[in-house]
């Protein structure tokens, strides 16, 4: 199965913030995510989160949403936020 990986606007800002490193760092986790995405435990978020699930990359999160619809050739995971776990939820 195929998973494309799309960014929200705010979240291509959030990683364009970070040092290259991290980004590096952040990127290589993504992509690794859309090879993987049938074995991972996605861990659900409540509150105004709810819907959405994180992506644990150190002290770092992605914030993410997939459409796993079976009739689809292509699924999608969009990316919502990536940032620092202490700043990453404050919204």
Not at 76 to 82: A, E, K, L
């Given at each position: 199965?195929?998973y494309r990986v799309e960014f929200t606007?705010?979240?291509?800002?959030?990683?364009?913030?970070?040092?290259?490193?991290?980004?590096?760092?952040?990127?290589?986790?993504?992509?690794?995510?859309?090879?993987?995405?049938?074995?991972?435990?996605?861990?659900?978020?409540?509150?105004?989160?709810?819907?959405?699930?994180?992506?644990?990359?150190?002290?770092?999160?992605?914030?993410?949403?997939?459409?796993?619809?079976?009739e689809r050739e292509v699924m999608?995971?969009?990316?919502?936020?990536?940032?620092?776990?202490?700043?990453?939820?404050?919204?």
């Open positions: 199965m195929l606007p705010e979240a291509a800002d959030d990683l364009a913030n970070l040092s290259q490193t991290i980004q590096e760092r952040i990127l290589r986790k993504i992509k690794w995510l859309s090879e993987n995405f049938g074995d991972v435990s996605h861990q659900g978020l409540s509150a105004n989160l709810s819907g959405l699930s994180k992506l644990r990359i150190g002290d770092y999160r992605v914030i993410y949403s997939f459409d796993d619809k079976a999608s995971i969009t990316i919502h936020r990536v940032g620092h776990r202490r700043e990453i939820y404050d919204d």
